[in-house]
């Protein structure tokens, strides 16, 4: 994910995957979600804080206030679907520069194929 804007995009879709497959009516029933962590501020000795999280707030129960916010918020149905394509086609979310550097720094293609047949020599 290129930006910090993509990252909590994503962490609502992760957030509410078990509510939208019908596990649960609420993230808050999901047992094994971190909403519980970082949303309603229950301490779980498996998760670490991530750096973009307490960067929403430095007060603990302000920080828990904006998670639940961000998770409460509608997800717009066609970044949902935005997610779940890059997902599934395991495609870097982000910019044509940002593809670029990934497939860079991995060695391996990370966003759509070129189309038609490659040029024979």
């Known amino acids: 994910m290129e930006t910090v804007g993509y990252l909590l995009r994503c962490c609502r879709y992760i957030g509410l995957n078990p509510e939208r497959a019908g596990f649960v009516v609420t993230p808050c029933e999901y047992r094994w979600s971190s909403y519980h962590a970082n949303a309603l501020g229950r301490r779980d000795p498996l998760l670490t804080p991530h750096p973009v999280y307490l960067a929403l707030d430095?007060?603990?129960?302000?920080?828990?206030?904006?998670h639940r916010g961000l998770v409460e918020a509608t997800l717009d149905p066609e970044e949902l679907q935005l997610i779940r394509l890059q997902l599934q086609r395991q495609h870097a979310l982000g910019t044509d520069r940002f593809r670029i550097m990934i497939e860079d720094q991995l060695q391996r293609r990370a966003g759509p194929a070129k189309i038609g047949r490659s040029c024979k020599v």
């Open 58 to 66: 430095a007060d603990a129960e302000r920080r828990a206030q904006a």
